[in-house]
């Protein structure tokens, strides 16, 4: 039986959106549910379990309102979704460009599920208003006093999963993101229509 590429990238894209979202969400409710607000936990010396809580965007960074920045991430999630189905049905471009932007759009919706739920689901705040649990820290050189010196940011896994598909799309996959928005741009016959 011989599956078509199409096929193939059909299955591939969801598999990898739900695993990196059962990971992230798993991985948030056990650091909420288990550790105290503020509490780390040393995994290695460069390696720690902390229990933070992200209010904004990156870095804590609050641009917008957070109704505002959660509405926008929905939209971003609905943008990528129609572009991850027309990189499928009409681009046909590589599964491992494709796996990038998975990752992206996993990455964003398990954000959002932090946001539009965890307010609600641990009682702080209404829909929409929740926080990013973070819990990932990388403190990779310290000072005799043990204070990190080197890479402060907590983050979580969908923040990896963003990161590290974004670097790798700029790196690597350069051609496949310039080649796959040309194509989705209407010709202009189309626009004549």
Not at 22 to 45: C, I, M, N, R
Not at 107 to 136: H, P, R, T
Request: glycine share 6%; charged share 15%.
């Amino acid at each position: 039986m011989n599956i078509s590429k199409e096929v193939k990238q059909s299955i591939l894209v969801p598999a990898i959106i739900v695993v990196a979202l059962v990971l992230d969400q798993w991985l948030k409710l056990y650091v909420a549910t288990h550790f105290e607000l503020g509490e780390s936990v040393p995994v290695t010396s460069w390696f720690w379990l902390c229990f933070v809580e992200n209010n904004g965007m990156a870095f804590g960074i609050e641009w917008f309102s957070k109704f505002v920045l959660t509405s926008f991430r929905i939209i971003a999630v609905g943008v990528l979704c129609w572009y991850m189905w027309r990189l499928i049905h009409v681009n046909n471009v590589r599964t491992s460009y494709l796996t990038m932007v998975a990752l992206v759009t996993a990455g964003a919706i398990g954000n959002i599920i932090d946001c539009v739920f965890y307010g609600k689901l641990f009682g702080y705040a209404d829909w929409f208003y929740g926080k990013v649990v973070d819990m990932l820290y990388f403190p990779l050189i310290t000072n005799s006093a043990g204070e990190c010196i080197f890479f402060r940011p907590v983050f979580n896994l969908a923040d990896s999963c963003i990161t590290v598909a974004v670097i790798a799309i700029l790196l690597f996959f350069r051609k496949d993101l310039d080649d796959s928005l040309k194509k989705i741009e209407p010709s202009a016959t189309e626009t004549d229509k």
